[in-house]
């Protein structure tokens, strides 16, 4: 019986035999040219003037929450609570005071209504937003929010590469972005994930705490340097930085990777399948949003929430059919042991999410046929 599996094969076989033949040649394997040459690739992709690879969309989020503290004095960070651990524990671990956002359940980015009153309260200054799943945020009044509250954005699109909103990628619309390139991500680099923007600043501060805060690779006219008087030599170091560069090994394959992703086939792929399972699927107590006509959705996978099957009764139910699936991202953040909850449950809509959500497959190998398939077994749910 055909298996149903949440992630395709995203390497191919081509790309694993170039690779072989790259490293034959004896290259430097740690952080070179080809890495230089990816993060240009990546940031034009995008559209934004700068990107900085790093070891993994988690390092990615390291850097940009500290970019936020020690560039803009982030205090208070709004996090939503549909999200993955590492969007929350870098608030934690670098002394700053999350604030947790409820979902919707259109797109279950966060609540915008909420959003707006702790920004209204002062409560906040600044947003982790998680396009989730690939879906697209209400980012027009999200921005205009932003910048009525002065709030600095921070867009996680660690699963939504090559998602679009009114013709722009997400991931541009930020002060900082991050992105993953794990193996069952977009694109893959094995490990791998990237931050943008379009500060030469905060890009010249990602540089140096990627490695070790050292100045190496910053340019002669970098701000970091102003107020250098010794002479500046590769192991002067400016900041506290960490070391969580990536390789030349994962830039080969990012390059190849990207380059055959920006063809945009995988991307209209996911979102002509995300919108069979949407006009297919009756159980769904999301009211997901139709793609419009001038954006996009890269879909990751594709997310349901069961009115009264529990999330583990879908997993064991689907597992019998040979459908492959788990929980939305980590469920709420607020119900995982790590947020050491106190009192009533705060947000409600993440706590449906939590108890009755599932995601499904959606990559390039999915078909039609199999989502038929899929949607009519998922729909014996309640």
Known sequence: MKKYKLTGKTLVSSEILDLIEWLKGGHQLTKANLTVELEKEFASYIGTKYSVFVNSGSSANLLAVNVAKIYWGAKNIAVPVVSWATDYAPVVQLGLNPVLVDCNMEDLSIDINKFEKLCIDGK??????????GMIPSMSRIRDICYEFNINLIEDCCESLGSEYCGKKLGSFGEISTFSSYFAHHITTIEGGFICTDSKEIYDILLATRSHGWARELSRDSKLLTDIEDPITPFTFLIPGFNVRNNEIGAFLGLSQLKRFSSGNDVEHREEIYNIYREQIRNNMLLLRHTSEDSKV??????????????????RFLKTKQIECRPIIAGSLELQPMFNRKGDIVCKNAEKVHNCGIYLPNNSNITRYDVNYISSKVNELN
């Open 124 to 133: 906040i200054d600044t947003l982790i937003l998680v396009s989730v799943l």
């Open 298 to 315: 890269s879909n990751f996978a594709f997310p349901v929430v069961f009115k009264n099957t529990s999330t583990q009764e879908a997993i």
